[in-house]
T-cell receptor, first 113, second 114 residues
């Protein structure tokens, strides 16, 4: 089954404690992205990757890091989380070979206190 | 800059009534357009997409959308709404054929009364 899997799904953490949200896809997609969803703002892209070792900033990259060492994985790293990073995060993947349909993970609810 | 506008933040309809959710985009080139639905506490499910060809696109769950280039619109429609359609709906435009980046609208929350 085609899947984008994110972990953890729910997390409460404290300001400044580094955390990583993992994302893995099983469809051999080249493109992967991270979005955050906030009330009244819709989804905004944080970072994206067009292939292994190729990443670029999206619209709201401040406070985040990513890496793409393997094609299937695209972790999102918050080096020093702050309360304004409390949000719902989505990982997504797509590929020209899949008709450019974008598949989303189920989301990760992150609360920073 | 590319943008997507969903003018209606919240819409309420009765079950069985018809539905139209509005979406306007701003993009200089050929747009690749999507509608997603998000049920409470759930992820995003693709309803339909438009890349080229017939401007009336059929999707899942009985939804359709019509691309109108002259109006820069991609409105979502359903002839008869079911209570299970209550959710938040997002229109999005891809900034390229590679669809590595989507610009989303702010969403329209649909409430359905029995």
């Amino acid at each position: 089954e085609a899947q984008v899997t994110q972990n953890p799904r729910y997390l409460i953490t404290v300001t400044g404690k580094k955390l990583t949200v993992t994302c893995s896809q099983n469809m051999n997609h080249e493109y992967m992205s991270w979005y955050r969803q906030d009330p009244g703002l819709g989804l905004r892209q944080i970072y994206y990757s067009m292939n292994v070792e190729v990443t670029d900033k999206g619209d709201v990259p401040e406070g985040y890091k990513v890496s793409r060492k393997e094609k299937r994985n695209f972790p999102l790293i918050l080096e020093s989380p702050s309360p304004n990073q409390t949000s719902l995060y989505f990982c997504a993947s797509s590929s020209q070979s899949s008709g450019n349909t974008i598949y989303f993970g189920e989301g990760s609810w992150l609360t920073v206190v | 800059a590319q943008s997507v506008t969903q003018p209606d933040i919240h819409i309420t309809v009765s079950e069985g009534a018809s539905l139209e959710l509005r979406c306007n985009y701003s993009y200089g080139a050929t747009p690749y357009l999507f509608w997603y639905v998000q049920s409470p506490g759930q992820g995003l499910q693709l309803l339909l997409k438009y890349f080229s060809g017939d401007t009336l696109v059929q999707g899942i769950k009985g939804f359709e959308a019509e691309f109108k280039r002259s109006q820069s619109s991609f409105n979502l429609r359903k002839p008869s709404v079911h209570w299970s359609d209550a959710a938040e709906y997002f229109c999005a435009v891809a900034t390229g054929y590679n669809t590595d980046k989507l610009i989303f609208g702010t969403g329209t929350r649909l409430q359905v009364f029995p």
